[in-house]
Structures are given as C-alpha cells and as structure tokens.
Nanobody, 121 residues
C-alpha cells in the first residue's frame, strides 16, 4: 500500500507565497513521474506542473515563471513552490505520483487527497 500526504496549503494574500509538499510512504520501489494538479470550483482538474525522475520539469502557461516543482528522491517527496500568487490560483491542489511498487514491480498512478489554497485579493 502507498499513502500520500499533502501539506502546506492555506490562505494567503495576493502576491504572497506558499510551498506545498507531498510525501509518499509505503512499499515503493521507485517513483517515476511526479506532478501537481489543481481544481477550482466549477472547473475541471488541470495539470500545472510535472517533474520526471531525471528532473525535467514542465509547467502550465498559467503558472510558468511563478511556480517551481521539485522533488527529493531520498524522501519520496515532491514540492510546489508558489510565488506571486493570484486570486485565480485559488483551488484544491493534488499531487500525483507515477510509481513502481516493491511487490509487483509494476507502475501505478497514485493521487493525494488534495489540499486547499485560497488567495485573497
């Protein structure tokens, strides 16, 4: 079994910063892809940032230059540093991991439960 725990969300004023963390625990052999998604009220979930096992990153245009995704392979963690936050960044943020289990050596997709970020104007 694998368990993902997100932290770091909350309420912040426009222009402020937050750092989200996602920690994975369990029978993990390796973590290949990591990503952050968000879902605003009344909108579909959207991909905002990804990072590969090799450290290659990709960002949605809406957050490029403001958000930075990073990972700590030793701790099975992924982070999202969010700067210059805007009210339109308000959403529930989810981490997604593509990982290989020790038991099966097969790749699976896991999601965190989501963490609320509210940016006030």
């Amino acid at each position: 079994q694998v368990h993902l725990v997100e932290s770091g969300g909350g309420l912040v004023q426009a222009g402020g910063s937050l750092r989200l963390s996602c920690a994975a625990s369990g029978s993990i052999f390796s973590i290949n892809g990591m990503g952050w998604y968000r879902q605003a009220p009344g909108k579909q979930r959207e991909l905002i940032a990804t990072i590969t096992s090799g450290g290659n990153t990709n960002y949605a245009d809406s957050v490029k230059g403001r958000f930075t995704i990073s990972r700590d392979n030793a701790k099975n963690m992924v982070f999202l540093q969010m700067n210059s936050l805007k009210p339109e960044d308000t959403a529930v943020y989810y981490c997604q991991l593509i990982l290989v289990l020790v038991t099966t050596k097969r790749e699976y997709e896991y999601w965190g439960r989501g963490i609320q970020v509210i940016v006030s104007s």
